[in-house]
């Protein structure tokens, strides 16, 4: 289920509580060394209705597989985060 499905998911079902959305995704991770490998996981969340708003109850995460990646296969790496200005 990708991200858009999940939000979906909540949308449909949000007169019923608890609800769970499951999700799985990939992703690179680049270290500073120059090193990097590729992640899956699998995302698990329980949401509840508290006061009408729904709000995170319960996270999980099962990791699928962890795979090395060859030298050179990112391009344009930025050298810091954008989130940390």
């Known amino acids: 289920m990708g991200v858009g499905d999940t939000v979906g998911l909540i949308e449909v079902m949000?007169?019923?509580t608890p609800v769970v959305a499951e999700q799985a995704g990939v992703q690179?991770?680049?270290f500073s060394?120059?090193?990097s490998l590729l992640r899956s996981?699998?995302?698990n969340n329980l949401?509840?209705?508290v006061d009408?708003?729904?709000k995170v109850a319960r996270t999980r995460t099962e990791?699928?597989?962890v795979a090395p990646l060859k030298?050179?296969?990112a391009h344009n790496v930025p050298d810091r985060s954008v989130l940390r200005r």
Do not use: C, Y
Request: net charge positive; no cysteine; aromatic share 20%.
């Open 28 to 30: 690179p991770w680049i």
């Open 71 to 73: 030298a050179g296969w």
């Open 52 to 54: 009408g708003i729904w």
């Open 33 to 35: 060394d120059g090193s």
């Open 14 to 16: 949000k007169s019923l």
């Open 47 to 49: 949401f509840r209705k």
């Open 63 to 65: 990791n699928v597989f």
């Open 41 to 43: 996981s699998r995302l």
